[in-house]
DNA sequence: ATATACATTGCGGAAATCCACAAAGACTTG
DNA sequence: CAAGTCTTTGTGGATTTCCGCAATGTATAT
C-alpha cells in the first residue's frame, strides 16, 4: 500500500470523515491541507527531503477566504504538481459530476480516479485507492460515461459559454457580436437561435429564460 | 446538553466527520439518515415512540438517485417535521451562503442556528449545537447579515412569485391568466411588465433572463 | 369634496425572440 | 468525383418582450 499521501480538501468534517476512513488502510503517512497553496508546499518540501508523496486526494473546489491564494482550484493544483511529479497518482474527490469536467481531468491532466462525493462514497474512495495502488483507473459509475466515445448529445464547452453569455445578459445579437470578436465559431445570430433551440430542447425549456433556470439548478452555469 | 438529535445529510464523508466531533459531546443517542424521507419517517417513529428527537442537524441539498423520494431537500424536511414537532430545535448545515435564503429560513422556517460548511465548521458547529441548548440563535459570522434590518428591501411575495414562474418557463401573458386564474391581483399583463421592470433595474439586470439568473445566484428563488 | 400621490391597466410601436425553411459550405463515403 | 449528410448561415414572419405614455382606479390628506 502507498506509505505517503496527501489531501487536498478545506472542508474540516470531509477531511475527519476521509481521514478516519483511511486510517483502516495500512498507508504509512497521511498529511492534509485545507489549501491548494499548502499542498503545493507540502509537495514542494517532501520531493526536497527525498520523500515525495505517492498520492494525492485532492478536491476540486476550494471555498475562499481571507488568506490570499495563487492556486484557487483543485484542477489548478493539479496541473502545477504534474509539472515536477509526473509520477504523482492522482485521486479527485468531488461533487461534480460533469462530464466535460471529467473528461478532461482523465484526458489532459492524466488522473488516476475519480470519485463523486455521495452517498456511498468512502467506500468508494478506498476502492479506488486500492485499484489506483495496483496501477489501475478508477471512475465513479456516475461519470463513467466520461470516457465511453459514445457522447452523442453531450453538451460542449461551446454551449457552455452561450449559457454563461446569455445568463450575463446579453442579447443573442449581442453574443454574435462577442463570439465575432474573440473569433469563436459558428457566431451567426442564426446559429446562435440553433444551439439555443437544441439545448432548450435538450432540457425541455419552454424558453430561454427557463432554459437558464434549468441550467443553474443543474450547477452547469 | 441534548439527549436525542437527528441528522439529515447525504453524504457519508461527512456524516463520520459530523459524528465523531459530535460524539465528544454528551449527547445520548445520534442517529443519522441519508435520505429526507429517511428521516421525516425516523422522526415520526420517535414521535410514536414516545421518544421525539430534540434536535435536528440537517443539510438543505440531497442528491437524487434510484430511490424515489417524496421529500427532495432540507428545506421540505423543515416543513414538514415543523408541522407536528413545532418545537423541534432545528441547525441547518450547509454550504450555501445566500442570504436571502438563510432569511427565509430564519424567518419562515424558524430555524435555530445557521451553520456554512468551511474550513472550521465543525468547530462551529459545536458552538451551534451548544448554543442552541441555551436557546439561543446562532449564525455563522458568513451569513450573519441575513438578519440586519437594512438588507431587506421591497422585494415582496408577489415578485418573489412572478420570479418563480418566470424562471418555470411560463411567458408573461401565461403569468398573467395564471394569476386571474388563482385570483391573485395585480394579474395585467401590463402589470406583470412594469413589475418586472422594476425588478429589473433594481437588480440591474439587462432582461429578463439576466433578472432570473440573478435572482437565482442570491437565493432569491 | 378636492387635490394629490400612487398603483393598475391598456395601447402602440420598436426590439428581440422564436420558428420554419432554404441556400451554401464542409465533411464523409463509396 | 459524386452523392449524401451535417453544419453553418441567411431570410421572413409570427410571437413575445420591452418601453414609454395615457387613462382609469384607489387611497390618503387637507
Redesign the pocket.
Known amino acids: 500500500m502507498f506509505t505517503k499521501v496527501l489531501i487536498a480538501e478545506d472542508m474540516d468534517d470531509i477531511n475527519t470523515g476521509v481521514l478516519t476512513v483511511l486510517s483502516k488502510l495500512e498507508i504509512g503517512k497521511i498529511d492534509h491541507a485545507q489549501y491548494c497553496d499548502d499542498a503545493d508546499l507540502k509537495a514542494k518540501k517532501a520531493r526536497k527531503d527525498k520523500k515525495p508523496y505517492e498520492l494525492l486526494i485532492t478536491d476540486l473546489s476550494f471555498v475562499k477566504d481571507h488568506r490570499e491564494q495563487k492556486l484557487s482550484s483543485g484542477e489548478e493544483l493539479i496541473v502545477k504538481l504534474r509539472e515536477t511529479q509526473p509520477n504523482l497518482k492522482i485521486i479527485v474527490y468531488s461533487v461534480e459530476d460533469k462530464l466535460q469536467l471529467v473528461r478532461r481531468l482523465v484526458m489532459e491532466h492524466k488522473i488516476d480516479a475519480y470519485v463523486c462525493k455521495g452517498r456511498k462514497s468512502l467506500q468508494e474512495l478506498t476502492n479506488a485507492i486500492k485499484k489506483v495502488f495496483n496501477g489501475e483507473q478508477y471512475l465513479s459509475q456516475k461519470v463513467s460515461a466520461a470516457l465511453s466515445p459514445k457522447n452523442d448529445m453531450e453538451i460542449d464547452d461551446?454551449d457552455i459559454g452561450l449559457l454563461r453569455l446569455?445568463s450575463k445578459g446579453?442579447?443573442?445579437?449581442?453574443i454574435a457580436k462577442d463570439l465575432k470578436k474573440r473569433s469563436i465559431?459558428?457566431?451567426?445570430?442564426?446559429?446562435?437561435?440553433?444551439?439555443?433551440?437544441k439545448l432548450?430542447i435538450y432540457f425541455k425549456a419552454?424558453?430561454?429564460?427557463h432554459?437558464i433556470a434549468n441550467a443553474k439548478d443543474l450547477g452547469l452555469i
Request: glycine residues 0%; neutral net charge; aromatic residues 4%.
Open positions: 461551446y446569455l446579453l442579447s443573442q445579437d449581442e465559431s459558428p457566431n451567426s445570430l442564426s446559429s446562435i437561435e440553433k444551439r439555443l433551440s432548450k419552454n424558453n430561454a429564460i432554459l
